[in-house]
């Protein structure tokens, strides 16, 4: 999977838990919070994330990224081992 594809699986999480949003155009230069998401709405969102990815980490390992472009390399690294 490439980091373009992990990119749309989070926005795809975004749209799940803000369906309000299903419409809106979301960037990877977006943060979630930038385009309205709050604090739990931003974890689920990586948490769904990470079971769509498979993935398993501990949520300390996903503080840093600033947008959703940074968020998804670090996915894409983590998938890569």
Do not use: C, T, Y
């Not at 799940?16 to 155009?25: D, F, K």
């Not at 998401?37 to 390992?61: H, W």
Request: hydrophobic content about 50%; overall charge negative; glycine content about 8%.
């Amino acid at each position: 999977m490439d980091r373009n594809a992990v990119l749309a699986v989070l926005i795809e999480q975004i749209r799940i838990v803000e369906p309000a949003l299903a419409e809106q155009e979301i960037k990877a230069e977006d943060s979630m919070a930038a385009i309205g998401l709050d604090s739990m709405s931003r974890q689920e969102v990586l948490i769904l994330g990470m079971e769509a990815l498979g993935l398993n980490l501990p949520m300390v390992q996903l503080f840093g990224p600033r947008n959703l472009g940074e968020l998804a390399d670090l996915l894409h690294a983590k998938l890569q081992g």
